[in-house]
């Protein structure tokens, strides 16, 4: 059995559990997700979970700024978890804890949207971009936690997420939850209002719903896609195109030793074959564009 983690007040306790669970030399995981997928021994998809746990509660901390209970991260990530060890593939070559961590966090993320609502942020891949670093960006730049942004703040954050200025605006109106009037003007000496720079953009609930299934598929399928490449593709992949601070060709030229066009060559050819593989599964499930 998994601990059970029910209220922030024996989160204690749980920590104390999981740190008896043993972590997992290399060759004991493959044995252990080869024993899984090829005979569903359920002992060996236990150990491969509780071996991982601390990698959840861990992933977890880091989303604790979004008012929500970390005890109910946990256990959202820990279901993340279970489902990384279900999909896990050992003969691709990397392990698991580095396939896992996609799925823990995008359980999280997606309980974090489920319980901020539709309504509040949306369900866009850009609202969720926006909304889980609007506050680092914010801190990066000096903008106070509350209240409006100034136009500068505004534009530096836009640029910096590729996301309308508007979409900013209203993102950062509903996680501060602020009150200011829209009519309020931009700064003291302008005649514009902040009312100028929104749209009625709301959707209803079935337009919400489309985009959130919409979604739902577009990151099934570049997770399952990300399984056709070999371990270096990936990783490169990730870091170059996936990341939210990207590598340069330098550094992951210094990571794996050699040259930088030969990292370019290795993306180039990465992102074709992780475009096809995309292509050919929306293809499958009747997708009719993916972008």
């Known amino acids: 059995m998994i601990p059970s983690i029910s209220n922030e007040g024996n989160l204690a306790s749980y920590m104390e559990q999981i740190k008896k669970f043993p972590l997992l030399e290399a060759k004991e995981e493959y044995m252990l997700a080869k024993a899984w997928k090829n005979q569903g021994d359920v002992k060996a998809a236990h150990k491969l979970v509780t071996s991982h746990l601390r990698l959840v509660a861990k992933i977890a901390s880091g989303y604790r700024g979004y008012g929500l209970p970390l005890s109910d991260l946990i256990s959202e990530g820990n279901i993340g978890m279970m489902h990384a060890v279900k999909r896990f593939e050992p003969e691709k070559g990397f392990r698991l804890a580095t396939y896992a961590m996609w799925w823990i966090k995008a359980s999280i993320q997606e309980y974090i949207l489920r319980s901020w609502s539709l309504v509040k942020i949306g369900t866009t891949a850009a609202q969720k971009k926006l909304f889980f670093n609007l506050k680092k960006i914010k801190s990066k730049i000096s903008a106070i936690e509350d209240g409006d942004l100034t136009p500068d703040q505004v534009d530096k954050?836009?640029?910096?997420?590729?996301?309308?200025?508007?979409?900013?605006?209203?993102?950062?109106?509903?996680?501060?939850g602020s009150d200011y009037s829209l009519n309020s003007p931009v700064t003291d000496d302008s005649s514009g209002e902040w009312q100028d720079w929104l749209e009625d953009d709301t959707q209803n609930q079935e337009a919400s719903f489309a985009d959130t299934e919409e979604y739902l598929i577009k990151k099934n399928i570049l997770s399952d896609s990300l399984e056709y490449l070999n371990e270096r593709e990936r990783d490169i992949i990730s870091e170059r195109q996936l990341s939210e601070n990207p590598l340069t060709l330098e550094e992951l030229s210094n990571r794996y030793g050699v040259s930088r066009e030969r990292i370019r060559q290795i993306e180039a050819k990465a992102f074709e074959k992780l475009q096809t593989k995309m292509t050919e599964k929306a293809k499958d499930i009747n997708l009719l564009q993916y972008n």
């Open 157 to 176: 954050i836009a640029t910096e997420l590729s996301v309308p200025h508007k979409e900013v605006i209203s993102m950062n109106r509903r996680i501060s």
